[in-house]
T-cell receptor, first 106, second 117 residues
């Protein structure tokens, strides 16, 4: 069974700071997902990665398949980025990490 | 339409009630999922439907009964629930893995927040 570890568990930063959230997994996968969940519920899919790097606006996600590691970066962070960021790895099923609770202070 | 909708948003029910959660998508996805999420925990997979047939049941108690009446709809029927079943219930959908040549991105609904009294 794949073990998914995220770090840090909690992160508080000032508006404008560059944010990095890390995810490591133990067994080879077909894809890795980064998800965002705001307080009160719904999950939004930010990225699905199989290799390399993807960028959407201020968000960048990278994955190193050999090292079994992925990072999510947020540039010029803003209070509206405050949310829980979840890494999930996929093979025949999706296995979720415990999430990183991000709080951006104005 | 790239949206998964869920109704109701909130549900409060007693332990003897029967209720249903509904999920709908119009993206042509042939895989649909139910997840349960307790506070400050990651989602846990409950059921997977592929081509309207139940393909995965993660040993969920029989008081939860899923139903997929057609390719756009997914229901979760609830009966004789316990207070510990209170949680956020999330629905998701995706293309079936392999149809697009690789893993499929899941699209999540906003969830139904269930409270069992």
């Amino acid at each position: 069974k794949n073990e998914v570890e995220q770090s840090p568990q909690n992160l508080t930063a000032q508006e404008g700071e560059f944010i990095t959230i890390n995810c490591s997994y133990s067994v080879g996968i077909s894809a890795l997902h980064w998800l965002q969940q705001h307080p009160g519920g719904g999950i939004v899919s930010l990225f699905m990665l199989s290799s390399g790097k993807k960028k959407h606006g201020r968000l960048i996600a990278t994955i190193n398949i050999q090292e079994k590691h992925s990072s999510l970066h947020i540039t010029a962070s803003h209070p509206r980025d405050s949310a829980v960021y979840i890494c999930a790895v996929q093979d025949d099923k999706i296995i979720f990490g415990k999430g990183t609770r991000l709080h951006i202070l104005p | 339409d790239t949206e998964v909708t869920q109704t109701p948003k909130h549900l409060v029910m007693g332990m003897t009630n029967k209720k249903s959660l509904k999920c709908e998508q119009h993206m042509g996805h042939r895989a649909m999922y139910w997840y349960k999420q307790k506070a400050k925990k990651p989602p846990e997979l409950m059921f997977v439907y592929s081509y309207e047939k139940l393909s995965i049941n993660e040993s969920v108690p029989s008081r939860f009964s899923p139903e997929c009446p057609n390719s756009s709809l997914l229901n979760l029927h609830l009966h004789a629930l316990q207070p510990e079943d209170s949680a956020l219930y999330l629905c998701a959908s995706s293309q079936l893995p392999g149809l697009a040549g690789g893993p499929a991105e899941q699209f999540f609904g906003p969830g139904t927040r269930l409270t069992v009294l």
